[in-house]
């Protein structure tokens, strides 16, 4: 595939974007493909590049001297991430990793810098996805702390299928019960068991390697 085409189906911002803007973009961008389990981004490195997620499904973690992780998003394709870094000029906080294999964009800091003194529209949409993900950030908080594991894989599901941070997903998710054990931070023994739960209430339909969500309200409103 073409890289205009990738960037057509993973990066909703790229269609906004003059015939010029979308030249220079596909001009520096960069693509490399990373096997599961590899560092993408390593935490405390200085931000260099816009991460887009083409194929594939990544986590965003952080961890301590004493090796406990904690995982604070997933990230599936059509996904950006690391704005905040760039816009900030500072170092990563947190770690990259990709939990399957996946195909991962770099947009330097430059041309990133060089669409917001260049575009309004691109403006706009930076803007949405900050918001979404404050919002996103701010529930996660509330549901690790407050719900029962039912719940929180609902909401960890519905998260992955957040139509502003990753627009164009259709209601398949490529993603194994153990890549959904990692991001709600449960067992897969658990995950397992709060799947066929969140099953038998009809929101979802579990598949092999796969998930296929029926009622994205109600994953997000289970368990309040």
Known sequence: MLLKDSLQDAAAWFGLLSAEQQARVQRDISVAQYPAGAMIERKG???????????????????NQDGKMASLTGVPAGGWIGEGSLLK???????????????????????????????????????????????????????????APDARVARCLAELFNPLLYPGKGMRLDITQEEIGYLARISRQRTNQALRTLEAARLLKVEYGAVQVLDLAGLRQYGK
């Open 45 to 63: 490195e200085k931000a260099y590049a816009w991460i887009g997620v083409l194929a594939g499904l990544v986590k965003v973690s952080v961890g």
């Open 89 to 147: 000029c500072e170092a990563r906080k947190y770690d990259v990793v990709a939990l399957r294999d996946s195909t991962i964009a770099r947009l330097p800091e430059s041309t990133f810098n060089w669409l917001l003194d260049s575009s309004i529209p691109f403006n706009r949409y930076l803007l949405h996805q900050l918001n979404e993900r404050v919002g996103q950030f701010i529930g996660k908080a509330e549901y690790d702390r407050l719900l």
